[in-house]
């Protein structure tokens, strides 16, 4: 993606018309008073042409102007100048096609909203906004019958600036003039364009999983419905056709080629969030690293192999790289980026698109829903998992035995805190598999992490997922009605995320005895080999 779509001019450009000149006079201002501390603040006033009160509250009194913050919030989060190749801004471009079909920035903060009606999407929209780094709060509708809308909080309005510059209107969608997708779309791969198709389908059309693909999608204005004809004619195998009531109808052949697999709704969700329906991807293990620089981890790597490949000099290759020569040269005497031994390692160990059905798959599924109940994955992405019975111990051990790892036990038996168990080698790359998979690191602001879309999609996750927690919160886990009780830990959305899935997708009994408690009639439970 061409870097003047988020760059720092036309993200200032938000703040009003000379917002940019605030900017390059206050940075200016800073740099003369760093420079030269005796400089008079009327001389540096009299360089900048600004006036002099506003230089004393700049460097006196420590003031620094709304659009200069904004752009420091968006560069300590990878905002600016945003990696095309990475995860993270398949994320941004999903979270963009979100407003379109359902969701919308306040015209007075620039403040985002996005719109959920279940489970699936709810943890979908939530691990998109988990890769750019936001955390959220849910607002329940005051209506009945209307969408839960979901908020993000620290960042949300420089967020929303950064949707509208990649062009996401503004307010009512249906009070825009001449509404269009993005500009973007034509200058990025055609997986970006898909990606935004699937969250229009998911957010517009009727939801229905009874066999049939074709869907009726709703959009925001009748010329808008023509700009996702001519989009979906461009990136899938299939046709769509203007229907009435701003409709267009998609047909089969496009749904399940944006799709890829059934059940519809989980294949898509599965296929946006996670570019796979096979998780992790290389790509989004790669974007661990690197995640708010440009070029990404991922790109990094493809930069790295494009170096190897080159016979040229180092001052050319470094010419038509954005890389610098001393790197080319040091790639070249044998060093190798973090971010390339990271994938080589997962690669060898094969965590890369595993079989769904397969126990290294099933066994990193047990794992991240180990992290979520009951471990930690450090700022490294080293893991840590904990126990309280020798039960679970057990069965930590065959999953990871089935996974490939070799882990040491800390505080066995100790009365006051839980046992705990860690990896002994490529701990941090395992943690980035599992991050890639949905699990959050404990410091980043994403605070509630819900289930992953990929784990709707495949029973088996979801069976393996779900007796995780059963293995570790349930009251008896081998009683024929165990109950399970969420800590808060988890947070407030998790427990009904956690029955949807035992519902929907595996056709358990489940009676709610109280907003955290889940008793279970008879499930059928899977922990591993």
């Not at 909203?113 to 955390?135: A, C, E, I, K, Q």
Request: glycine share 6%; aromatic share 8%; proline share 8%.
């Amino acid at each position: 993606m061409d870097s003047t779509l988020v760059s720092e001019q036309a993200l200032a450009r938000t703040y009003g018309e000379s917002a940019w000149q605030t900017v390059t006079q206050y940075r200016r201002a800073t740099q003369l008073s760093k420079e030269n501390p005796d400089l008079p603040r009327a001389e540096i006033a009299r360089r900048v042409d600004r006036p002099p009160s506003a230089i004393r509250g700049w460097l006196a009194e420590n003031k620094v102007p709304p659009v200069v913050k904004g752009l420091r919030i968006a560069h300590e989060r990878g905002w600016i100048d945003i990696d095309p190749a990475s995860e993270q801004f398949r994320a941004l471009n999903q979270l963009v096609a979100w407003i379109y079909s359902g969701g919308g920035i306040s015209v007075d903060t620039f403040a985002p909203h996005f719109s959920t009606d279940d489970p699936l999407m709810l943890g979908t929209l939530t691990h998109l906004l988990r890769w750019v780094g936001l955390s959220y709060r849910c607002r329940d509708p005051e209506i009945p019958d209307r969408h839960r809308e979901v908020v993000p909080e620290k960042g949300a309005s420089i967020f929303g600036r950064v949707l509208t510059v990649l062009g996401a209107p503004i307010g009512v969608k249906r009070q825009t003039e001449e509404l269009a997708p993005p500009s973007y779309l034509v200058s990025v791969p055609p997986h970006h364009t898909r990606d935004f198709l699937r969250i229009h389908i998911l957010n517009r059309a009727k939801q229905t999983d009874d066999g049939t693909a074709g869907r009726y999608v709703y959009m925001p204005s009748n010329t808008y419905c023509q700009d996702i004809v001519d989009l979906i004619k461009s990136v899938t195998a299939g046709s769509a056709t203007i229907s009435t009531q701003d409709r267009v109808w998609i047909s089969a052949d496009a749904v399940r080629d944006l799709a890829g697999d059934m059940p519809i709704r989980t294949a898509l969700a599965t296929q946006a969030l996670h570019g796979s329906l096979q998780p992790p991807t290389d790509r989004a293990v790669a974007s661990t690293y690197r995640a708010t620089k440009s070029p990404g981890g991922y790109r990094y790597t493809q930069l790295y192999e494009q170096v190897q490949d080159d016979d040229r000099s180092r001052s050319k290759v470094a010419y038509d790289l954005p890389i610098s020569e001393s790197t080319v040269q040091s790639w070249r005497r044998g060093s190798k980026p973090h971010v390339q031994n990271g994938l080589g390692r997962v690669r060898e160990r094969s965590w890369i698109e595993p079989d769904p059905e397969g126990e290294i798959a099933l066994g990193l599924t047990a794992l991240l829903a180990w992290l979520f109940a009951r471990g930690t994955l450090r700022d490294t992405y080293y893991p840590v998992f904990a126990s309280r019975s020798e039960h679970q111990r057990t069965h930590l051990e065959r999953i990871a035995d089935a996974v490939g790892i070799a882990y040491s036990t800390y505080r066995l038996n100790d009365p006051d805190h839980g046992t705990e168990h860690r990896p002994e080698e490529d701990g941090s790359v395992l943690g980035r598999v599992l991050y890639a998979l949905g699990s959050p690191r404990s410091s980043d602001p994403f605070s509630e992490p819900l289930i992953p879309p990929y784990v709707y999609h495949h029973p088996a996750h979801a069976r393996r997922f779900a007796s995780i927690w059963v293995l570790h919160y349930a009251d008896d886990w081998t009683a024929e009605t165990p109950t399970v009780t969420v800590p808060p830990r988890a947070g407030a959305q998790f427990p009904d995320t956690l029955e949807a899935l035992m519902t929907d997708c595996l056709g358990w009994s489940v009676e709610r005895d109280n907003p955290r408690q889940l008793t279970l009639d008879d499930p059928t439970l899977d922990f591993g080999p």
